[in-house]
């Protein structure tokens, strides 16, 4: 595979220099400047594949080419912007950018309510808590029938939570789930909007009446404008899994299981409609065995994440380390250096550890924690092609 890193441009305070430092071979990014379905220009693509170019490395992933809400709920604009997607993959083509992710999640990105909890070694990790989530949907929200959602032994823990917990940890746990996590992706709100929670429930209110069965009638609608031109211009779209990958807030998610890819993969066999094998994601569902999903799906995975994550019994997960946990790293380096040896792969998120603790880095995305994982990740890959390397000798 090939090492790449998710780097937020020039802005971004780890610098190409660093990333040549630590090995680095490609570069994920994406014109973080440019609204939300707005025409990715190829002056502007351009542009930024020769910085990166001038920095001795290569743009090997769009993450992410986002998708317009309108065009997931199947608004009256959304013809306009399946044009100016198109016009965009076409321009990525044309610039010689052919690996391209996106997600089909409705309103709301990857989901966690901490972004410090503490590991008894001293350093920070994300965590997605089931009953802190419960209550920011019952009673921050406030969404109509949220309660039938959610088990009684866990409506009780809510009600007992919204005895104890104090207006800070409520404004903390807005910022988290909907504002941090969420800004720096493109996503619905940034940093500053002002309340953030009217605008959140404006856009859960576009999804009333989608079910699951609307929403892949909408993705479908979508890959079958979108693919022609993938084609035309050699380019891999590669739809990233449901982060965490069921259902929340009411609203469908697609992208969650085997069944789920496996549809997505058939609605329309093209090999240039990928998926972005996200084990962080994918292992946060106890349903999900990870490297079987990698073992069937390597052939039509065009870009990897490596990441892992702990399951609790109540639904509870934590980022892993990168050697343990559900995610089994060393066991997907072993199927995709067999299977599909140049698939661009970004280790995914870090802890956050050391000098970098006071620092102001995009969530999960700090440099030293995201470095030492690479570094074990690089330490599979080396004994993953010994191994291979071996096995051909004997
Ligand atoms: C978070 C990321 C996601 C991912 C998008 C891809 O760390 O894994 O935000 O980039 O869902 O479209």
């Known amino acids: 595979m090939e090492k790449t890193w998710r780097w937020f441009g020039k802005k971004d305070p780890i610098t190409l220099e660093m990333l040549r430092q630590i090995g680095m071979e490609g570069i994920v990014t994406a014109l973080h400047d440019v609204p939300n379905g707005e025409v990715w220009t190829l002056d502007a693509i351009l542009e930024l594949k020769n910085y990166i170019e001038s920095g001795g490395l290569r743009w090997s992933v769009v993450e992410s080419l986002p998708v317009s809400e309108s065009i997931k709920y199947g608004g009256k604009d959304r013809e306009r912007l399946i044009e100016n997607y198109i016009t965009g993959l076409a321009n990525l083509g044309k610039a010689g950018v052919k690996t391209v992710c996106y997600n089909f999640m409705p309103v709301i990105d990857w989901i966690r309510t901490d972004l410090h909890r503490k590991n008894a070694d001293g350093t920070y990790t994300l965590f997605f808590d089931k009953i802190r989530f419960a209550y920011f949907d019952c009673f921050i929200l406030k969404r109509k029938n949220a309660e039938k959602d959610y088990s009684s032994e866990e409506m009780e823990q809510v009600y007992a939570l ?165 995610g089994h790293l060393i066991e997907l380096v072993r199927i995709f250096e067999k299977e599909n040896p140049n698939l661009p792969m970004r280790v995914d998120h870090g802890k956050l550890m050391l000098d970098d603790i006071h620092k102001s880095y995009n969530p999960g995305y700090s440099f030293l924690g995201r470095m030492y994982a690479l570094a074990q990740v690089d330490g599979i890959m080396a004994t993953v092609r010994n191994e291979m390397a071996l096995k051909t000798f004997l």
């Open 162 to 326: 919204d005895k104890t917990i104090t207006e800070a940890e409520k404004d903390e746990l807005i910022h988290t789930i909907i504002v941090k996590t969420q800004g720096f992706i493109n996503g619905n709100i940034r940093e500053g909007d002002q309340n953030p929670v009217a605008i959140f429930n404006r856009l859960l209110a576009l999804y009333d009446g989608i079910d699951k069965a609307q929403l892949r009638e909408n993705m479908k609608y979508f890959l079958e404008r979108v693919i022609p031109t993938a084609e035309k211009y050699g380019v891999n779209l590669c739809v990233h899994p449901d982060d965490p990958p069921f259902p929340v807030l009411g609203l469908p998610r697609i992208v969650t299981s085997e069944e789920d890819i496996d549809w997505f993969l058939n609605a329309v066999d093209s090999p240039n409609n990928g998926l972005t094998f996200c084990a962080g994601s994918l292992s946060s569902g106890l349903h999900n065995d990870v490297p079987a999903l990698a073992k069937r799906f390597a052939g039509r995975t065009r870009f990897v994440h490596l990441r892992s994550t702990d399951v609790e019994k109540n639904g509870n997960f934590v980022e892993a380390s990168h050697l343990g946990g559900r």
